[in-house]
Nanobody, 123 residues
Framework: VQLQASEGGLVQPGGSLRLSCTAS????????IAWFRQAPGKEREGISC???????YYEDSVKGRFTFSRDNSKRTVYLQMNSLEPEDTAVYHC??????????????????WGQGTLVTVSS
């Protein structure tokens, strides 16, 4: 059972980047997947989630700029990040929950994590 995130990178302010997270060892179709991030010196925060039926949720900090989608045939979810700001600089993680698996919610355990990927927004 594994989640594998794509590499992040260095992006200029106002630029775009797409992160992906690919599942292996389980049928991703039934699972909500979330993205979290941890900026330097700050606590980890959940920023977006996609439920098993494709409903998406966004925190205010990314709403209108980030788009979360899923392609179950590829066992992959995508986080399209537009209009990036220096404040988006963080290590990003995808995660799922094998106990309470289908819904979104920051109150869940989120017990399975992909490796972190660094996104740096800087000129």
């Amino acid at each position: 059972v594994q989640l594998q995130a794509s590499e992040g990178g260095l992006v200029q302010p106002g630029g775009s980047l797409r992160l992906s997270c690919t599942a292996s060892g389980f049928t991703m179709d039934y699972y909500a997947i979330a993205w979290f991030r941890q900026a330097p010196g700050k606590e980890r925060e959940g920023i977006s989630c996609i439920s098993d039926n494709g409903n998406t949720y966004y925190e205010d900090s990314v709403k209108g700029r980030f788009t979360f989608s899923r392609d179950n045939s590829k066992r992959t979810v995508y986080l399209q990040m537009n209009s990036l700001e220096p404040e988006d600089t963080a290590v990003y993680h995808c995660a799922t929950d094998f106990y309470d698996y289908s819904r979104c919610g920051w109150d869940k355990r989120w017990d399975t994590w992909g490796q972190g990927t660094l996104v740096t927004v800087s000129s």
